[in-house]
């Protein structure tokens, strides 16, 4: 696991819970923001510092600007979140939102490096459609073809046949099932 600072940001608060006084009615907890933390020690003291020292935490909720569940559960691993800021802080702010997709698709921090090992090989980049891409696909591909479809005729794509091989994110970034 990286243990140093990061260049990038991630973007990831998280609000934790002392348990045993939520348990106990008082709410004691506090957010903490991992952009500001220098290393994962620094995390680390930094939710002693907001959960009072607690000996178990609760995650209450968390904020990212991926818009996506990241799929942290209710009892985090700090070693697993601090791991996904790091490697989100590495992943070039243009991807971030194509690899946070990606994530969640696949059930968030439990598959983290899973993804991170395939995600780059299985995405296509960002489209309208589903059918927008498999269209440029073909047309990249079959050029010759494209070219000498007659005037009037247009060229169709079967897009239930794609699905089978390909997903879209709901943001629109395109990825290969295989």
């Not at 004691?28 to 510092?49: A, H, N, P």
């Not at 946070?100 to 995405?123: F, I, K, N, P, T």
């Amino acid at each position: 696991m990286l243990l140093t600072a990061t260049a990038g940001r991630s973007t990831i608060s998280i609000h934790f819970w002392n348990l045993a006084e939520y348990v106990g009615g008082n709410l004691v907890g506090d957010w903490v923001d991992l952009d500001e933390c220098v290393d994962f020690e620094d995390f680390q003291r930094k939710v002693m510092e907001a959960t009072k020292n607690a000996e178990e935490l609760i995650l209450g909720d968390y904020e990212s600007e991926f818009g996506v569940d990241l799929g942290f559960g209710e009892y985090p691993n700090l070693d697993t979140v601090w791991e996904l800021h790091t490697k989100l802080s590495e992943i070039d702010e243009d991807d971030r939102d194509a690899f946070a997709d990606y994530l969640a698709y696949h059930g968030g921090v439990s598959y983290l490096e899973s993804a991170l090992s395939e995600w780059q090989d299985r995405y296509c980049g960002r489209w309208n459609s589903l059918e927008d891409y498999a269209l440029d696909f073909a047309s990249d591909v079959y050029s010759e073809f494209f070219k000498n479809v007659p005037p009037g005729f247009m060229v169709e794509v079967d897009t239930a046949a794609w699905e089978c091989d390909h997903w879209i994110s709901d943001n629109g970034h395109v990825f290969r099932c295989f």
